[in-house]
């Protein structure tokens, strides 16, 4: 036999064997809730470098975007996963009865912020002195929150246009921002480092980057949904602590508008703040959700009015799935 037919009977063995081992696996679809970026890219680490086949998934990423709601996806059963947002979104869905339930929370911390110019303030009460621009959705929420436990006004804010111009105008205005994104701008376009206070650790105690699925997926397919939170947890250690060059080249693919430059932001960002490993994450691994937590927001949103006491709010979360340290060998 000639070498050529010997390395065209390899060639052909290894393609047999690599179709024989996608035919062997479930496919389903993951929805983030905006557009491609470093904040998905555990999910994608897991993807590109074969984290869910192992575990027995064929994993699509379907972006999210402003014209994109896979949330309604997931309900209509037409994608299998979902990137939640926070705790409130469990609690409303709980309060609707919708079952959707959160298997898992990749962000310890929500990387809300409150960006102010420097100096300015010194400690996240001392931001009472100036004007917030924020957003409605921020107002209902968060905003809230503030009011009830540091005694912010509802007049001493207006309304966020998602412009920066206004914060840079005037040194007495502070804003809303995602950690990884405004201040990166304002460094950019206004030429300095602003403060940046994450609500987080003022006290928004709630989890966030939730992995959502519907309890018909728990009840039908609880293997899938095991792999897929154990394969995120793995696709983040080695996202944030090793090679995550694959991922990335993923990310802009799927992003044109992303550039290396704003994903190394966003990933130092990420571990300088505890985004994803700290908190609870520290003991049972990334991912980790505990009740305790969870009803320290639960009771901050009924004091703050957002979320009506004496809702079961059980049904919208399980802890069956994560909190098992998978992948903590990694860093």
């Known amino acids: 036999m000639t070498l050529k037919r010997v390395l065209a009977g390899l060639a052909l063995a290894a393609t047999t064997s690599t179709a024989a081992l996608a035919a062997d696996l479930t496919p389903v679809a993951f929805g983030t809730n905006w557009l491609a970026q470093a904040e998905h890219g555990g999910y994608y680490q897991a993807v590109a470098d074969g984290t869910y086949a192992a575990c027995g998934l064929d994993v699509t990423i379907q972006p999210g975007g402003p014209q994109v709601n896979n949330r309604a996806l997931m309900l209509a059963d037409k994608i299998q996963f979902h990137m939640g947002g926070d705790l409130l979104q469990a609690f409303n869905a709980a309060k609707e009865g919708i079952p959707v339930v959160a298997v898992a929370a990749t962000f310890q911390k929500h990387p809300q912020v409150i ?38 006004t509802a007049e001493q804010r207006e309304p966020y246009t998602f412009n920066p111009a ?19 701008v304002i460094e950019k376009e206004g030429g300095f480092t602003p403060d940046i206070f994450l609500i987080a650790d003022a006290g928004y ?10 309890q018909k997926t ?20 080695n996202y944030l602590y090793n090679d995550n060059s694959a991922a990335n080249e993923m990310i802009m693919s799927d992003n044109p508008d992303m550039t290396q430059d704003k994903i190394d932001f966003a990933i130092e960002k990420m571990k300088s703040e505890g985004i994803v490993d700290s908190g609870d994450a520290l003991e049972l ?12 927001f639960y009771d901050k949103m009924v004091d703050a009015g957002v979320i009506e006491a004496g809702l079961d709010y059980s049904a919208a979360y399980t802890l069956d799935f994560t909190n098992g340290k998978v992948g903590m060998d990694l860093k």
């Open 205 to 214: 105690s709630t989890y966030a980057t939730t992995i959502e699925t519907m």
């Open 218 to 237: 728990i009840d039908e397919n609880p293997e899938a949904v095991k792999c897929f939170v154990d394969g995120s947890a793995i696709g983040w250690y």
């Open 115 to 152: 960006i102010a110019h420097p100096g300015v303030a010194e400690t996240f009460e001392d931001l009472k002195k100036t004007t917030l621009l924020i957003g409605d959705n921020g107002f209902a929420s968060y905003y809230q929150w503030m009011i009830a436990a540091y005694g912010f």
């Open 166 to 184: 206004p914060f840079l105008a005037d040194e007495m205005k502070s804003m809303q921002g995602y950690l990884s994104s405004e201040p990166y």
């Open 285 to 296: 691994g990334i991912g980790a959700m505990t009740d305790e937590k969870i009803k320290d």
